[in-house]
T-cell receptor, first 114, second 107 residues
Framework: GAVVSQHPSWVICKSGTSVKIECRSLDFQATTMFWYRQFPKQSLMLMATSNEGSKATYEQGVEKDKFLINHASLTLSTLTVTSAHPEDSSFYIC??????????FGQGTRLTVV | QKEVEQNSGPLSVPEGAIASLNCTYSDRGSQSFFWYRQYSGKSPELIMFIYSNGDKEDGRFTAQLNKASQYVSLLIRDSQPSDSATYLCAVENDMRFGAGTRLTVKP
């Protein structure tokens, strides 16, 4: 099946710094990428939808200036958490819709802001 | 906004029993439905998808769809401890998930 490679798998950063998370579609072209955040014991919350060559669509309540999404090519989408704070510590996951509309997920990134 | 509702559980069943997971959705026009399994600290993985009313079986898993009542369920037969995970229901390809049901299968 299709593969979405996400890295880093975990990252620890200092408060106030920025962190970039990458998701690559390895054997297919992903014109759309979904970005989720998941806090412990909670469900996946859709943050934004990125589309290749255009601006991302953000869900209500998600700060677009804080969570910068770039989808510059058909195989790469990135999420940058800017000026990270401890409350941004979470599990971030990307997914790309497949041909039959099911989603192919990246491995996830565990972000800890100290 | 489309809503997807799941009983968050936790649901606990003994090994070998049938686990029943349910999901309701608000958009009557929805056409495709997905069940994902997520182990702690891992990304979700697709278990089954269903488009048509009725039952769809795959090994120990059966998905049931009732569009008139707007619910979709997942049955796990002969539950195993390795089935212990959170099960997520998703509707359509806008990929909004229910809260997930945490299942524990006790040996």
């Amino acid at each position: 099946g299709a593969v979405v490679s996400q890295h880093p798998s975990w990252v620890i950063c200092k408060s106030g710094t920025s962190v970039k998370i990458e998701c690559r579609s390895l054997d297919f072209q992903a014109t759309t990428m979904f970005w989720y955040r998941q806090f412990p014991k909670q469900s996946l919350m859709l943050m934004a939808t990125s589309n290749e060559g255009s601006k991302a669509t953000y869900e209500q309540g998600v700060e677009k200036d804080k969570f910068l999404i770039n989808h510059a090519s058909l195989t790469l989408s990135t999420l940058t958490v800017t000026s990270a704070h401890p409350e941004d510590s979470s599990f971030y996951i990307c997914s790309a819709p497949g041909l039959r509309t099911e989603a192919f997920f990246g491995q996830g990134t565990r972000l800890t802001v100290v | 906004q489309k809503e997807v509702e799941q009983n968050s559980g936790p649901l606990s069943v003994p090994e070998g029993a049938i686990a029943s997971l349910n999901c309701t959705y608000s958009d009557r026009g929805s056409q495709s439905f997905f069940w994902y399994r997520q182990y702690s600290g891992k990304s979700p993985e697709l278990i089954m998808f269903i488009y048509s009313n009725g039952d769809k079986e795959d090994g120990r898993f059966t998905a049931q769809l009732n569009k008139a009542s707007q619910y979709v369920s997942l049955l796990i037969r002969d539950s195993q401890p390795s089935d212990s995970a959170t099960y997520l229901c998703a509707v359509e390809n806008d990929m909004r998930f229910g809260a997930g049901t945490r299942l524990t299968v006790k040996p």
